[in-house]
């Protein structure tokens, strides 16, 4: 079993900036952020693998960055020069075993989540 659980979503101006972070109880293979907009389906954001090998959707490559911290037991996102359309709920999300690099942002790829965090952005 893995638990994850997120923090640091909230209220932004376009433009501006957030960090998320997800604190696990263990890290696994493969770790990425979802998002969900009301309406509208859970959609990959950004996938980081165990060689540390990341992806990005396109609509957000340049502007948020995964990382995370073993010594701490933390994913984050960074996220820069937020939009309007990045209005959503944020997943923290884990999986074990391989998972082919261009299937890293599918959610049926991932069996452990988080309950999400809140992120308003405002033009």
């Known amino acids: 079993q893995v638990q994850l659980v997120e923090s640091g979503g909230g209220s932004v101006q376009a433009g501006g900036s957030l960090r998320l972070s997800c604190a696990v109880s263990r890290f696994t293979d493969c770790m990425a952020w979802f998002r969900q907009a009301t309406g509208k389906e859970r959609e990959g954001v950004a996938s980081?693998?165990?060689?540390?090998?990341?992806n990005y959707a396109d609509s957000v490559k340049g502007r948020f960055t995964i990382s995370k911290d073993s010594a701490k037991n933390t994913l984050y996102l960074q996220m820069n020069n937020m939009k309007p359309e990045d209005t959503a709920m944020y997943y923290c999300?884990?999986?074990?075993?391989?998972?082919?690099?261009?299937?890293?942002?599918?959610?049926?790829?991932?069996?452990?989540w988080g309950q999400g965090t809140q992120v308003t952005v405002s033009s």
């Open positions: 980081i693998f165990i060689d540390r090998t990341t």
């Open positions: 999300a884990a999986t074990t075993g391989w998972v082919a690099w261009g299937l890293r942002l599918l959610e049926g790829m991932y069996n452990y």
